[in-house]
């Protein structure tokens, strides 16, 4: 029965995320100004709630995935092999994160890619993910890793791509917080 939900899961997700394809293939639009991600983005987030909902998971069973864009471009504190090396002086959102990690005591991995990732996924294996992503990776992101449940939040990018961004602190708390009420 499991293995069912996964295949229709995954089909439907499939059968969403070409059409995201095609409507920005149509529409000329890229993933950034895609109502449609957005969409794909809440659709995903309201399953995932409605899951955890009967499910009991504790705050130290939740990892939370960020892209390494978010550092500081000048900080040189290698935070993508450890987070704990961030010194927190506030010049960018990762200082906030820390705080977070130790208020909640989740798991935290700053990744430069999807392999690295993976990587501490499989060795943490968390109950819940809550992954900040660009739109185009975090939608390829929460399509690969069926079954596994991941909340998505996009990162803004003040910026442009790639280089400075930035993320909604207290919309990650409130999904921390909505879960580890019920322990
Ligand atoms: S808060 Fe400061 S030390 Fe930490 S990653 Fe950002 S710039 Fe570097």
């Known amino acids: 029965m499991k ?5 229709l899961i995954k ?3 499939s059968l969403y995320y070409i059409i995201i394809l095609i409507f920005i293939k149509i529409r ?7 109502n449609i991600s957005e ?5 995903n987030n309201k399953r995932v709630m409605k899951i955890i909902k009967n499910k009991k998971i504790k705050s130290n ?7 390494h864009c978010l550092q500081a471009y000048e900080c040189t504190f290698k935070i993508t092999s450890d987070i704990e090396n961030c010194k927190e002086c506030g010049k960018c959102v990762i200082d906030k994160i820390i705080k977070l990690k130790k208020k909640y ?14 990587i501490f996924l499989k060795k943490h294996r968390p109950k819940l993910v809550i992954a900040v992503a660009c739109e185009r990776d975090l939608i390829s992101g ?7 449940l991941v909340y998505g939040i996009f990162n803004t990018r003040e910026n442009g ?7 909604n602190v207290e919309e990650i708390e409130t999904v921390i917080k909505t879960i580890s009420e019920k322990e």
């Open 3 to 7: 293995k069912i939900n996964i295949i």
């Open 11 to 13: 089909i439907l997700y």
């Open 61 to 67: 069973e939740i990892a939370l995935l960020l892209p």
């Open 105 to 118: 005591g989740i798991s935290v991995k700053v990744a430069t890619g999807g392999t690295l990732a993976r």
């Open 142 to 148: 929460i399509y690969d890793s069926i079954p596994l």
């Open 28 to 34: 000329k639009e890229d993933y950034t100004n895609s």
């Open 161 to 167: 791509p790639c280089i400075n961004t930035n993320v």
């Open 39 to 43: 969409k794909f983005i809440q659709f």
